[in-house]
């Protein structure tokens, strides 16, 4: 069983920067693709960014592209969402997801099987 425990959320200003990790608990971590969902209140969950095992596939929400930026550590079990130009509408909580086999370009939730418990993000206007 992975374990996925994220951090780095809190309260920013528009316009402002945050970065979020999600650290893995499973030594195999460097075989899985990563992925980052979000959801807002009363919204469902929706995909953000996703890695490849190897770091060499990046895909993101046309939402986020330009602002966001995925990226991973196997060494360290990690991977990281830095988040620039936040606007008030990336408000939600982030999650971290894990899945053991995929390309990177993964972006439907039920293509991961592993899931932190999420972190909040408050993007203030």
């Known amino acids: 069983q992975v374990q996925l425990v994220e951090s780095g959320g809190g309260l920013v200003q528009a316009g402002g920067s945050l970065r979020l990790s999600c650290a893995a608990s499973?030594?195999?971590?460097?075989?899985?693709?990563m992925g980052w969902f979000r959801q807002a209140p009363g919204k469902e969950r929706e995909f953000v960014a996703a890695i490849s095992w190897g770091g060499d596939i990046l895909h993101y929400a046309n939402s986020v592209k330009g602002r966001f930026t995925i990226s991973r550590d196997n060494a360290k079990a990690t991977v990281y969402l830095q988040m620039n130009s936040l606007k008030p509408e990336d408000t939600a909580v982030y999650y971290c997801?894990?899945?053991?086999?995929?390309?990177?370009?993964?972006?439907?939730?039920?293509?991961?099987?592993?899931w932190g418990q999420g972190t909040q993000v408050t993007v203030s206007s």
């Open positions: 499973e030594h195999t971590f460097s075989s899985y693709t």
């Open positions: 997801a894990a899945r053991t086999s995929g390309s990177g370009t993964d972006h439907k939730l039920g293509e991961y099987d592993y």
